[in-house]
């Protein structure tokens, strides 16, 4: 189990009623289960974060964020770090005017990191727009859903995202990028980074690919599907 020591002791001191001691994370977590983090800050606003960073600035304890908790597994001996929730004040969403918008046209919103994606869905289609109907049954946060590229039905969030803010909590970067980015560094970035960098799993994957087409090309003719065949073209 963990147990708050100085740097925690010193965290909570310096944010006040913003932070507990040995709070339970289950609650937080659609599974309910787990142990506690040794500190939790709830973070209302802008502000708060300010002020948090600051408190993290000479620690080394880890950070966790925790969004709707909807794919989280705290474990029972829980987090001996500092486990940020991000509260309402992360909750807006501006639309745009749909009257201002041609048919067929693409518009942007803007929606806050502790906005409930089924709730960003709603309101989106309420408001008259698609594109992120497939988002209704996704228990997350849009924070967490940027994170984990949540997706379905044939969509996901990173082929909405235009552009995200981001904040290093244990440093003083922050600032926005483009979604793409985002995309790439979720797939195909890791697939690359993972074979330049000789990591096991860039080269697992690389070694299933080849593996997986020679074995589709084979099995395809069991189901009565034609193998494309490449001619020889001698120029
Ligand atoms: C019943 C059920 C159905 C689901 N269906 C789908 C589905 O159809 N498609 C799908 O993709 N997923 C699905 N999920 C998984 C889950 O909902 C998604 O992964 C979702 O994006 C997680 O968001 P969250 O806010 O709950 O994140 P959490 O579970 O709280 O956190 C997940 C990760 O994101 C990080 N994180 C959270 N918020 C932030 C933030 N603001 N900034 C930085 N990091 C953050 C956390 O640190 C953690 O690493 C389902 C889960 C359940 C329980």
Redesign the pocket.
Known sequence: MVTPGPAHRAIADALGTRATLMAPLGP????GVGGPAAVLVEVEGPGDLDDLRTALRDSDLST?????????LVADAGFDGVAVH?GAG?ASLTLPDRHAVGMGERALLTAG??LA?PVLARRVADAGWSGLS?AV????????????????HGS??AACLARYR?VDLLGDEGGTDDGARLAYGCNIGAYFSGISSASLHGWLWLAAAFVGSILGTRLRPLFGLSVEKTKANGC
């Open positions: 937080l977590t659609t599974y966790l964020v925790i969004g709707r908790g909807s794919n989280l991000l992360f990191a502790s994606l497939w049954g996704v228990p997350g946060s849009v924070g967490g859903a940027v994170r984990m590229n949540a997706g379905g996901d969030m981001w």
